[in-house]
């Protein structure tokens, strides 16, 4: 067997049915070797969208989602992708090609210090010398993207040793499983009594326990300590119009458990006046989350504890007590959260009418899910629209993803209708993925928010500096992302009347094909929700 076909064997034997990927030279043999054990490869038009792929497939399935690059250029436009798949906390396992370790330091075809520079965006980095070495590094690559907080693991593929002899690899039922660290009892017992005596406690949680990712988790930690649970995985942290007038609570609550969520700017780095609990406690896989805590809030943290938080949570259903004892508060947080307000009526299409005709297609679909990018546009889209299973582009704050991330949706989940929302600043870094789309087959509906502009830089402009000084920001008002679609194999429709918006949608779902609605909309600042009943531009 070559390096290659171990490689394969380890990926089919892990249940990887899919990689994602945009060929080059040093990966050739592993596109061949993937042919015997019946591994689709979908191939991308940018190393980038390979990486958001894999990031998707991952947090929808919880399953590792693989990408494979080529070496140096096309490793360093994965980059970017592998920092997003890292704050979202979804298990992919990275591979890319490389020079060959045989000629390490001779200034060979593209030689670069991958693991250098891949270790700060992933858990780990690696490059096997020997052939015989690929299969257990895929191997251990699996399991630390799936152990603790979940997150990418990169592997540095030499070309030589793709090539060179192997032995047959041989795995046990053990070899893929993540490790696993419980909370210790005392721990558990010391968040239980904190939550009890509280008269206005709240759980956070992140990606890996948002409502998406863990929805009975959540709804079982809700009630076994009769506490409000709030997940937070926006850029926009308390600011985040999905999330209401959520900030107020928060100001209020008297003990707050960070359960697998850091603490960091999005709850104001756990200090007042956005945190003035006088008790907080942290679960946390990585310790050094846990040091920062401490760093930041004092001595008002109570509980420390290195744990998975998905174990954490399931102890502390286990012991929880249930009640009913804080019904007036956890109504007060479910309406601060869900609290919203619309913008001044203005002719046209408006960002909150393009949520309510999205919303009200997922409340048709028997399985949705609803993809949504950053931007002006996609803040209003947030907060009116949702389903079971929604994707964001996460506290990265990357813009650009979410069409790769429908492609990859489509294919976990077959059967599902998949919508994106996103703008048009947004849609011009994948836009070519559309071609991707056709090609491999997989239906969505794409709604593109038009405004002519890079509307979120053009507020920070207009708001800081004035808008005569407004610079650099405005897109082409002519531009056609549906025709653009249309061109790469998909069905597009341009809409710029109110009325067509449902129709429109109906249309696309029905086609059972990929879809660009390119919607004209009338730009307005993203939302920032107050009890004055107005909804205020917020910051970006």
């Not at 949706?409 to 991707?436: S, Y």
């Amino acid at each position: 067997m070559r390096g290659a076909d171990c490689l394969a064997r380890a990926m089919a034997q892990a249940g990887v049915t899919t990689v994602f990927s945009l060929s080059g030279n040093q990966i050739m043999p592993v596109y061949d070797a993937l042919i015997d054990p019946g591994i689709r490869i979908v191939h991308t038009r940018h190393e980038a969208a390979a990486v958001f792929m894999a990031d998707a497939y991952g947090q929808i399935t919880g399953e590792v989602g693989v990408a494979l690059v080529t070496a140096a250029p096309g490793f360093g436009n994965a980059l970017g992708a592998l920092y997003t798949a890292h704050m979202q906390e979804a298990p992919v396992v990275f591979l890319s090609g490389d020079s060959p370790v045989g000629r390490d330091g001779e200034a060979p075809f593209q030689e670069f210090p991958q693991v250098a520079a891949a270790t700060p965006f992933v858990k780990k980095s690696l490059r096997p010398t020997r052939a015989n070495d690929l299969a257990p590094a895929f191997a251990e690559a699996a399991r630390i993207a799936l152990s603790g907080r979940p997150g990418p693991v990169h592997i540095a593929l030499p070309a030589d040793i793709l090539l060179d002899e192997a032995d047959a690899p041989v795995f046990t039922a053990d070899s893929f499983a993540p490790a696993t660290k419980p909370a210790e009892a005392a721990d558990i017992t010391a968040i239980r009594d904190h939550l009890t005596a509280a008269e206005r406690p709240l759980i956070l949680t992140g990606p890996q326990l948002s409502r998406s990712r863990a929805p009975g988790t959540v709804d079982e930690l809700e009630a076994a300590f009769d506490c409000p649970v709030v997940d937070m995985e926006s850029p926009r942290g308390l600011r985040d119009p999905a999330l209401g007038v959520f900030a107020e609570a928060l100001a209020e609550a008297d003990a707050i458990l960070y359960l697998g969520k850091p603490v960091d700017f999005t709850t104001g780095f756990g200090q007042a006046p956005q945190v003035s609990a006088a008790t907080i406690m942290a679960v946390d896989a990585e310790p050094a989350n846990l040091d920062r805590a401490r760093s930041l809030v004092g001595n008002r943290l109570a509980v420390a504890a290195v744990a998975d938080a998905p174990i954490a949570a399931q102890a502390l259903i286990d012991t929880g007590r249930g009640g009913q004892a804080r019904t007036a508060w956890r109504t007060a947080v479910r309406e601060a959260v869900t609290f919203r307000t619309r913008p001044e009526p203005t002719d046209g299409i408006t960002a909150d009418t393009v949520a309510d005709a999205v919303q009200a297609r997922i409340d048709d679909a028997d399985e949705a899910i609803f993809i949504c990018d950053g931007g002006e546009f996609g803040q209003w889209v947030q907060a009116f629209a949702t389903a079971p299973m929604r994707l964001i582009n996460g506290t990265s704050g990357a813009i650009g993803g979410c069409l790769p991330y429908a492609i990859a949706a489509k294919i976990a989940r077959p059967n599902a209708t998949v919508i994106i929302a996103m703008g048009d600043g947004t849609a011009g870094f994948h836009l070519a993925e559309f071609e991707t789309a056709a090609r491999e087959g997989t239906s969505f509906t794409t709604v593109i928010g038009n405004d002519a502009r890079w509307n979120a830089e053009y507020m920070i402009q207009t708001r800081a500096f004035g808008a005569e000084r407004a610079i650099g920001c405005e897109l082409n008002p002519n531009a056609r992302y549906d025709l653009s679609a249309a061109a790469l194999g998909c069905v597009g429709e341009h809409i710029t009347e109110p009325d067509a918006l449902g129709p429109a949608l109906d249309r696309a779902i029905a086609s059972d094909k990929p879809t660009c609605l390119d919607v004209r909309i009338t730009p307005v600042a993203a939302p920032l929700f107050t009890r004055k009943g107005t909804a205020t531009p917020g910051a970006h």
